[in-house]
């Protein structure tokens, strides 16, 4: 096992913390965002897209992948890296949160979870057992064990998920072969904060090699999410990799960093991205909007990216009214950039005892979108 | 006026030639294939990529670029070059291919055609003068005429559409007062040998810096086109560029470039391309295919795409069947790749004197698809 975690600095003022996770097909500075590829592709990006933007980890997503093109299939290419040759580290989602978001189509028992695929309804079932069976068979540098992510805010049913959630991790674990994988824990407990502390305490005893936080950025009032971050910074393990699931707009990431997170993923700046929308230091853009059809300006005069660097407002404005798919990888390649980039100085700042500052400076400057919170799922 | 048209060397088996385009925003070795990018994008591909490769000459489209984004838009960023970012050559075509496509949505009379947008149904007209004006405001380096495409096999209709063509070509002539792009003439006549031969000599008499044969690949039979093009061979100027309008498949390539032909463009690559279908040496394949599921192969083994040097057959299906963007992009690229690798060999070869033997071999062994003549349109 060549994974390791490797702590280079602590903010003096806040809990950010940055470091770099070491994996077999590479580092990973942290914090660090993953773009996501659900169906092993960040959508519209190649993988030298993704080398030139600087992206050190991407997302894949076992419930999407077995279904099609199959793990079989992949395994017999040697894994996802060959198969959408991308030679950097990847993480796999173990698939509970999209099987569990199949509402009407999918069956929970203390075993597992049947389920109808949103393909072409035809009945699956996964275990934990399963689920690392097939991320076994993907091969992605960290995989994740098979959590139920509840309603965050129902007590009741959340006492009951968890004690299944810890089950379910105790035989992932157990049902591990593969030594050249990181498995992660999911801390699980809704915005509760007694059941929070009672995850993260009974996963902290099974010493996974990293922590993720699951059930956030599902409906919860912001400071909800917060007030977790911060129970559970003292609780989870200093020198192990804590990744907050499916978070987040760009305000989220400075509010978590703050909050000693280290690893994020978040389909926002992707599929926002398709719609037109572009991010900003001082908040979103949508280039279907008709202010922008005479503009001459790029999306940010200081931005060094590809699009940026090439393209007026105007030019993608007229590339996505008229549905041409170049738009879609330019507004892409221009969010992508946005999230790496910040994170890179996020890092910087941390490293220098600046980032205090920094995050003061582009909260006062970003306007954040109402619905980012639940776009973010 | 910076264009000139130097010819290198004539084959000595066939009429093949070839030379150089020399334009203000670059160098156009021909025979040359221009990717067609109708809407100021070649449909997936940024210009990193067409430079990539190694594309010399793109094409545009005046009647599309009108409607939207407006040629006063595209004046108003200093010319198409610098609203898309393509820094190479551009031809546009002047929209009369498009308009006369606008069956019961146009109308035609001796001064011009007066049509409904295909977009939002508004009426506009366009004239000889008004079409020359457009693609001035656009700016690209190579300019048409605004030309009448009649059905090809309907000889009266021809006589009277190609003397309004012929008076139109004189008016486009006049109207132009740009110095710095070339405006060629457009030969038209259907199949017919005595309409073609009284084209060609009234445009020769007009002097343009390079004839376009309109017309063609329009539904007639292949021996047919092949007839007109041996026909116009002596007719037109040696020393003049000569471009066959939306043509063509690989195999036509090769027929054509023995008749004398100089250009071509085509959106045959890039539209089979997003169906899924993709180029290889012996035809056609559909990657949609279920044989290709699992196939580790890439698209071609010998090809130096950045598609083939890193993605398989099956990864490249499993991007189609998921409706990932990547996929076309991915297909487009080795489409696009093929017909400008075909195009780099068949120069040399002419150069080298073997171009009727790799005509031959190519021929032998590339099985070309029936409905590639009706889709070459």
């Known amino acids: 096992m060549t994974f390791s975690f490797e702590l280079l600095h602590q903010d003096k003022q806040t809990n950010a913390r940055t470091g770099i996770i070491h994996t077999t097909h590479g580092d990973i500075p942290t914090p660090a965002f993953a773009p996501v590829g659900t169906q092993a592709t960040v959508k519209t990006l190649t993988p030298a897209n993704l080398h030139t933007l600087g992206a050190k980890l991407i997302l894949a997503n076992t419930y999407h992948l077995y279904l099609r093109p ?3 299939l992949i395994a017999e ?30 069956k929970v028992d203390n075993y ?3 389920f109808r695929s949103h393909l072409d309804g035809s009945t699956h079932r996964f275990t934990p057992e399963k689920v690392i069976a097939l991320q076994e068979q993907i091969g992605a540098d960290i995989i994740m064990v098979f959590d139920e992510c509840p309603p965050s805010n129902d007590y009741n049913y959340n006492v009951i998920s968890l004690e299944r959630t810890h089950h379910w991790a105790e035989r992932c674990k157990q049902a ?7 498995l992660y824990g999911i801390v699980q407990g809704g915005i509760f904060p007694d059941l929070r502390t009672k995850s993260a305490e009974f996963l902290t005893e099974l010493d996974f090699v990293g922590y993720a936080i699951g ?9 909800d999410m917060h007030a977790i971050l911060d129970l559970l910074h003292p609780l989870l393990p200093e020198n192990k990799p804590r990744y907050l699931m499916g978070v987040g707009s760009p305000e989220d990431l400075f509010e978590c960093v703050a909050r000693g997170i280290d690893q994020f993923d978040c389909v926002l700046p992707t599929r926002i991205a398709r719609n037109g929308a572009v991010l900003t230091h001082h908040g979103r ?3 279907r909007n008709a202010k922008y059809a005479r503009q001459q300006k790029p999306i940010e005069t200081a931005c060094t990216c590809y699009t940026c660097q090439h393209f007026s407002q105007a030019y993608l404005r007229h590339l996505i009214k008229a549905n041409e798919i170049l738009g879609l990888q330019l507004t892409t390649i221009h969010n992508v950039h946005f999230m790496l980039e910040t994170m890179r100085r996020i890092r910087q700042t941390i490293l220098d005892d600046t980032f205090a500052q920094y995050k003061r400076d582009f909260l006062a400057n970003y306007r954040p979108v109402p619905e980012d919170r639940r776009r973010a799922i």
Do not use: C
């Open 176 to 182: 591990q072969k593969r030594t050249d994988q990181a």
């Open 215 to 223: 059930g956030l950025s599902v409906g919860e009032k912001k400071v």
């Open 70 to 72: 199959g793990a079989d």
């Open 285 to 287: 853009l949508n280039l």
């Open 112 to 114: 597992g979870v049947t």
């Open 77 to 106: 290419f040697g894994g996802l890296h060959q198969f959408m040759s991308w030679s950097g580290p990847i993480l796999t989602d173990s698939g509970g949160y999209q099987v569990f978001s199949l509402k009407g189509l999918r």
